[in-house]
């Protein structure tokens, strides 16, 4: 009996050194800062240390203006650099005036930070409501703010950069590559993300459309409408590149602005002696229209029922938008769908919600994303 308590004491001692040595090996030191703890400390020093430096940066017009390390208030013009300024800050409410009018419910529902920044909804093109924003720098295209306006911003210690360059896909990503540099930290990064991803939608639209011969690129026409006028683009339009990367013929390439306006208007006429394969209208109410007009009920696109939506995110697709990046293989799945059948539209604009606007977007939101604006 003696023995075989001795036994299990010594048996109790032994389990307890082991389970002593165990805890002592797998325990981490108190109050040691993990890896993850330490880079997050170092890149969060490295953060508040770029706030206080300044950098010099170069507008388009030439000119050196010189700017916090890192710009956390920023006023910005046109309206798609709303878009690019909440992807390039990743939502961070760095957006304190805006282009207001160009701004949709869906933007301030994708974008929360930006309505819990800028409550007064400052307008970028109002100096009074820049200098009340607290911006620390304004950027604009030529035009929208007057020498006078700008002076004034300057005198009240918020410096202007021009961007302008923005009529062809390699101006708008120069100037994406140019905010992202003037908002500093990551911006940099996401910008020069944002133009791969551009530039490669383009080029692969281009490599699957590039032996099409001229008679199988598809005559199209884009028709914007309000009221009864109608308006086309020509080949300066930004859109130019979309149509002929993915197989279209822009039948309006030739055409020029009305004197004293850079507006295309067209007519009825003019629709149905260009004869368009398929016209992609702005809204659906748009397309409507076309559809069931009776001067046009020759033209092929109604005829064969292929007059189609521009697509609208947070912003229409066929202008100098951000979302212009997903109009090329949108367009392919509709002009040539044998040579794109391997491209799903729904994925790709749940994909890019979710890499550039960090946002969820459900299965309604991408049906209403894809059939355009009413």
């Known amino acids: 009996m003696i023995k075989h308590r001795k036994w299990g004491i010594l048996l109790l001692v032994m389990l307890l050194f082991v389970t ?16 993850d703890a330490a880079t997050q400390e170092q890149e969060n020093e490295a953060t508040e240390t770029e706030k206080e430096e300044t950098k010099t940066v170069v507008g388009h017009d030439g000119k050196e203006v010189e700017l916090p390390g890192i710009v956390e208030r920023i006023s910005v013009y046109p309206g798609a650099f709303n878009q690019m300024t909440a992807i390039l800050s990743e939502g961070g409410g760095v957006l304190v005036a805006a282009s207001t009018d160009q701004l949709s419910d869906y933007f301030k529902q994708v974008f929360p930070d930006y309505v819990e920044e800028n409550p007064n909804n400052y307008n970028s093109t109002n100096v009074e409501d820049i200098i009340a924003s607290g911006a620390q720098v304004a950027t604009a295209v030529d035009g929208a703010l007057s020498e006078e306006q700008i002076e004034q911003l300057e005198a009240a210690g918020i410096p202007f950069v021009s961007v302008t360059r923005m009529r062809t896909v390699d101006e708008l990503c120069e100037s994406y590559l140019l905010l992202g540099e003037i908002l500093g930290g990551n911006a940099g990064n996401r910008a020069k993300e944002f133009v791969d ?7 692969d639209a281009r490599e699957k459309t590039k032996d099409l011969t001229e008679e199988e690129r598809v005559r199209f026409l884009l028709v914007r409408q309000a009221g009864d006028s109608r308006s086309t683009i020509n080949s300066n339009d930004i859109s130019q590149t979309y149509i002929e990367a993915a197989g279209g013929i822009n039948v309006a390439a030739d055409a020029k602005p ?5 507006q295309i208007v067209i007519d009825a006429e003019q629709i149905v002696a260009w004869n368009p394969e398929v ?4 809204s659906q109410s748009g397309a409507e229209s076309l559809r069931n007009d009776p001067a046009l009920a020759t033209v092929d696109a109604v005829v064969n029922d292929r007059v189609i939506v521009c697509p609208y995110g947070v912003y229409m697709w066929s202008v100098r938008s951000g979302e212009g990046a997903m109009l090329t293989p949108f367009l392919g799945t509709v002009l040539h769908p044998e040579r794109f059948s391997d491209v799903n539209m729904e994925e790709i604009v749940r994909d890019f919600f979710q890499r550039f606007y960090q946002y969820e977007i459900s ?12």
């Open 20 to 35: 002593a040595c165990g805890s002592a090996e797998t325990t981490e030191p108190a109050n040691e800062p993990t890896a």
């Open 197 to 203: 991803y551009y530039q490669a939608s383009v080029a």
């Open 279 to 282: 016209i992609m209208a702005a």
């Open 363 to 374: 299965d309604e939101e991408i049906q209403n994303t894809l059939n355009g604006p009413e």
């Open 258 to 262: 009305g004197e004293g306006t850079q």
